[in-house]
């Protein structure tokens, strides 16, 4: 069974298994293996792929990785921390100093950025907040990908030098 030149039973034997086994979860294969597919029907050639099993697992090597990458920008609170978090009855809940550490660090981080120029924030948001990639960024935008990528820059090294004068 073909589609688009890729052998399905290929793609739902084999590489998804593969998949599961990197990700450890067949579900999160299934959304890997879904978003290669379609990425590789969205994408335009100019010629037709000579091997197109070989391009769709480097096009799922690409998703996962992708995956990955949005998956640790997010950390779990830490659970056996008791100066961190109260325990009320079943819910775990952060203490009011690390609530009030939090937003102390969330209020220096947003003076920070208001300070950046109005472009170089926005591409920042898009990037670290929304998790966009630079390609998208640009597109959005309607500038080059030379310039996301200054604007990146320059919101790093505006933040670098903000928290090494902040540290003690």
């Not at 589609?3 to 739902?12: E, F, T, V």
Request: aromatic share 6%; charged share 25%; net charge neutral.
């Amino acid at each position: 069974m073909n589609w688009l030149g890729i052998d399905l039973r290929w793609a739902y034997g084999d590489l998804l298994l593969s998949l599961s086994r990197q990700t450890r979860c067949v579900q999160r294969a299934y959304d890997v293996l879904h978003d290669a597919l379609l990425r590789f029907a969205l994408a335009q050639h100019q010629q037709p792929i000579a091997q197109p099993d070989a391009y769709l697992r480097r096009v799922a090597r690409s998703v996962l990785v992708d995956h990955f990458r949005k998956e640790n920008r997010y950390g779990p609170l830490p659970d056996d921390d008791l100066d961190v978090l109260d325990t009320i009855g079943d819910a775990c809940m952060p203490s009011p100093e690390h609530l009030l550490d939090l937003q102390r660090r969330l209020q220096a981080l947003q003076r920070i950025l208001d300070c950046l120029p109005p472009r170089c924030r926005e591409v920042f948001w898009l990037a670290r907040i929304e998790g966009c990639g630079q390609r998208e960024i640009a597109e959005q935008l309607g500038i080059s990908l030379n310039m996301v990528e200054r604007h990146m820059m320059r919101a790093l090294l505006d933040l670098r030098a903000a928290r090494e004068l902040l540290q003690p």
